[in-house]
C-alpha cells in the first residue's frame, strides 16, 4: 500500500480571492396555498456611517422563499414603523397582513452590530415576539438570516435553517478541446456572498460537510486521479487524506466528526471504508464483487446507507455497525442512489428512476412509503436542510445545470441558476455554532 | 505448433468473453444480454481468427517479432477503429463491435512496449458517485479483456471520470450514447 501522502496547503489566498462568478439567483416556481401574509418593514438604521445591508429584504426574501409566507409589497405600506408606538394595526388590517415584523439596526461601540426585531399579531393587536441578535459588522447577512429563522420557528414551530451555508461545485465549460474549469464554492443558504473554495481544471465533486460545520470534504482529481481531500474554511488549509489506486470518494463525516466513510476501489472494486481520522486507520465495512458506493451516516451513527447495485440494479442498503448486518431498504423502482437522511433519522432523500426519468424522492423509514417531490428528468445529489424542511439538488434546465429546491412535502419549489455556468453538487450545511 | 498456438489464442479469447459476461456488472441477466454475449463471443472468435490470420506466424508463435512493416499494418487496422469503445445504459459489457476494435488494438499492442491508458465514462443520468464507479468497471472490464488475451497488466493504468468529461454535453440518447465509453490512450 501506498502510505498516504498529506499534504497541507494553505488556500488562504483563495478565500480573500474576488466573488464567484457563478453567482446564483433565486425563482420562487411553487408555494403554499395559503402562504400566511406577513410584512418586513425596512429597518431602521440607527447606526454610524452608512447601513451594511437590507436587513429587512435578507429577512423577506427567506421568508418567501420557504413558501410559507407571502410578503407585503414596500410600495403597498402606509407606514414604515420601527418602534411599536408607530405601528398602526388599522393600516396592516387594510392590507390583510397577518403579521408584521419592524426593527432596528445599532452599532453600539465596541459590539459590532445589533439587531432589534419586534413581532406583530394583527388580528390580535399584539406584540407576541421580539428579541436581538448582535455580531461583527462582516456578519450583517447572516444575522438577518438568524432573524428569520427566529421569526420563522415562532410562527411554524419549527426551527429555521437560513443562518446556513452551502457548497457546490460550478464548472465553466472549457469549449473547443480545452479543459473545463472547475469551482468549489461556499455561499449562504440564499446563495448571496459567494466565496470560491477551490478553483481546478480537474474535476471536482463530492462536497460534504464536517458536523461542526468548520471543514467541507470533497473529491478532487487534481493529481491526475481521484483523491479525497479536507479543507478547514476558515484558513483554507488542505489535507489529503487519499492516494490509493483506483476510486477515492464518496467521503461522508460520523455525526461525532471522528470518522469518515469513504469509497475506495483499491482492493478490486468500489467498497465502503471507515476512516478514523485521527489516526487515518481504514477498516472495510463492506464485501462484495459489485458496486457499493455512496455511504450516508444515519443521525445516531450506528448504521450506514450505501448505494450498491449486489442485486443486479443499483439499491439503497443499511449496514449496521454493531452487527455487521447488511439490510436492503429500497424495493420501488429499478434505481435507487444517494441517499440523504434528515436529522430525524426518517426522512431519506435519494435519486429515483422512474420511465425513464430521475427524480428526487422522500422515502420514509418507518412507513417505507416513497414519494416523488419532483417532476424534471435530471435530477440528482439530493441535500437536505438540517432542520428537515427543505431539499436542495441539481437538475438541468435546458442543457445547463442549475440547483433547485422542494420543501420535503413537495408544496414548495424554488430555483437557484447561476448566472454563468453549470452548477452541481449541493451540499446543505449542518447548523453553524456563532 | 502454428494451429495449436491459433487454436489456443482463439480458446483465450471465448473464455475471455465467457469470463466477461460471468462477473459482468448486472447479475440478473436477461435473455436479450445472454444473446448479445453469445454474439459478442462468436464475433471474437471471429476477430480473433481475422487477427491471427493477418499478423501471420510472428504474433502466432508468440515471439514478438513483428516486422516494422507488418506493424504498421496492424497500428493502421487498430487505428481505423478509433481508440473509444462504447456501452449501453449502466452495462460494462463489451459490446461485439467493442470487441473488434480491441482486437485489432490487442494485436497492434503486442509488439510493443507502450503503456496503455484506459478512461472510463458515463452518461448523465443517475448519481454521479455511482457512475464514478461505472466508469471504473467499464475501464477494468477493458482492461481485464487485454490482459487476458495477452497484454502485461502492468502495462494498463485505468481512471474513471464518471460523467464529469462528457464528448457531447446535451441530453437525450444521441449525446448519451457517445459518452458511454471508454478511451484507450497509449502512453510512450
Known amino acids: ?434 | 505448433m502454428k494451429h495449436v498456438s491459433v487454436a489456443g489464442k482463439l480458446m483465450a479469447l471465448v473464455l475471455s468473453a465467457a469470463f466477461l459476461v460471468a462477473c459482468s456488472s448486472s447479475s440478473t441477466k436477461e435473455d436479450e444480454e445472454a444473446a448479445r454475449a453469445a454474439a459478442a463471443a462468436a464475433a471474437a472468435a471471429k476477430a480473433a481468427q481475422d487477427a491471427a490470420a493477418a499478423s501471420g506466424s510472428a504474433t502466432a508463435s508468440g515471439t514478438g517479432t513483428a516486422t516494422s512493416q507488418e506493424q504498421q499494418r496492424l497500428e493502421q487496422a487498430a487505428a481505423a477503429y478509433g481508440n473509444v469503445f462504447y456501452f449501453a445504459f449502466d452495462s460494462s459489457n463489451l459490446t461485439p463491435e467493442a470487441i473488434a476494435s480491441l482486437n485489432a488494438h490487442i494485436a497492434a499492442l503486442k509488439n510493443t512496449n507502450s503503456n496503455i491508458r484506459l478512461e472510463g465514462h458515463t452518461d448523465e443520468r443517475g448519481t454521479r458517485e455511482y457512475n464514478l464507479a461505472l466508469g471504473e468497471r467499464r475501464a477494468n472490464s477493458v482492461r481485464d479483456y487485454m490482459v487476458l488475451n495477452g497484454i502485461a497488466s502492468y502495462r494498463i493504468e485505468t481512471i474513471s471520470y464518471g460523467e464529469e468529461r462528457p464528448i457531447a454535453y446535451g441530453s437525450g440518447e444521441a449525446n448519451w450514447a457517445q459518452n458511454r465509453r471508454v478511451e484507450l490512450v497509449v502512453v510512450k
Open chain 1, 1 to 434: 500500500m501506498k502510505s498516504l501522502a498529506i499534504v497541507i496547503f494553505n488556500l488562504a489566498f483563495l478565500l480573500s480571492a474576488a466573488l464567484a462568478r457563478a453567482d446564483l439567483t433565486i425563482e420562487i416556481t411553487q408555494g403554499m396555498d395559503n402562504p400566511t401574509a406577513i410584512a418586513v418593514v425596512p429597518f431602521a438604521w440607527e447606526g454610524t456611517g452608512a447601513a451594511p445591508v437590507d436587513m429587512a429584504a435578507v429577512i423577506d426574501a427567506d421568508l418567501t422563499r420557504s413558501g410559507q409566507f407571502a410578503p407585503v409589497a414596500r410600495t403597498d405600506m402606509l407606514g414604515l414603523p420601527s418602534t411599536e408606538q408607530e405601528v398602526f394595526y388599522r393600516d396592516w388590517r387594510a392590507l390583510e397582513t397577518e403579521y408584521l415584523l419592524i426593527g432596528r439596526v445599532s452599532t453600539p461601540p465596541g459590539a459590532g452590530i445589533r439587531i432589534d426585531y419586534e413581532l406583530f399579531d394583527v388580528l390580535r393587536q399584539s406584540r407576541v415576539f421580539y428579541g436581538y441578535e448582535s455580531g461583527p459588522a462582516r456578519d450583517a447577512r447572516m444575522l438577518a438570516h438568524r432573524v428569520a429563522d427566529k421569526i420563522y420557528e415562532h410562527l411554524t414551530g419549527i426551527p429555521g435553517a437560513f443562518a446556513t451555508r452551502l457548497v457546490y461545485v460550478s464548472v465553466t465549460r472549457g469549449g473547443q478541446g480545452n479543459k473545463d474549469f472547475y469551482r468549489l464554492t461556499l455561499s449562504d443558504s440564499d446563495g448571496a456572498q459567494p466565496v470560491v473554495l477551490l478553483e481546478s481544471r480537474e474535476p471536482l465533486l463530492a462536497p460534504t460537510w464536517s458536523p461542526d460545520g468548520k471543514h467541507v470534504a470533497y473529491v478532487s482529481f487534481e493529481t491526475g486521479r481521484p483523491a479525497i481531500f479536507r479543507q478547514e474554511l476558515v484558513t483554507g488549509k488542505r489535507e489529503q487524506l487519499t492516494n490509493f489506486q483506483g476510486l477515492n470518494s464518496g467521503p461522508a463525516w460520523s455525526p461525532d466528526g471522528s470518522t469518515m466513510a469513504m469509497v475506495l476501489s483499491k482492493d478490486g472494486n468500489p467498497e465502503i471504508y471507515l476512516m478514523n481520522l485521527a489516526s487515518k486507520q481504514l477498516t472495510r465495512v463492506t464485501n462484495h464483487y459489485s458496486i457499493d458506493t455512496e455511504p450516508a451516516w444515519m443521525p445516531d451513527g450506528k448504521s450506514l446507507l450505501f448505494t450498491s447495485d449486489r442485486g443486479g440494479k443499483p439499491q439503497i442498503y443499511r449496514y449496521d455497525l454493531n452487527t455487521g448486518a447488511t439490510t436492503r431498504v429500497t424495493f420501488e423502482g429499478t434505481y435507487n442512489a444517494r441517499a440523504r437522511v434528515a436529522q430525524d433519522g426518517r426522512n431519506v432523500v435519494l435519486v429515483h428512476q422512474q420511465d425513464g426519468d430521475f427524480h428526487i424522492a422522500l422515502l420514509d423509514l418507518v412507513t417505507n412509503r416513497m414519494q416523488i417531490l419532483t417532476s424534471t428528468a435530471l435530477d440528482e445529489s439530493p441535500s437536505i436542510a438540517p432542520n428537515g424542511s427543505m431539499v436542495l439538488y441539481a437538475t438541468k434546465a435546458g442543457d445547463r445545470g442549475i440547483l433547485a429546491a422542494v420543501s420535503v412535502d413537495g408544496g414548495v419549489k424554488f430555483r437557484l441558476p447561476s448566472r454563468d455556468g453549470d452548477v452541481r453538487e449541493p451540499a446543505w450545511s449542518p447548523y453553524l455554532t456563532r
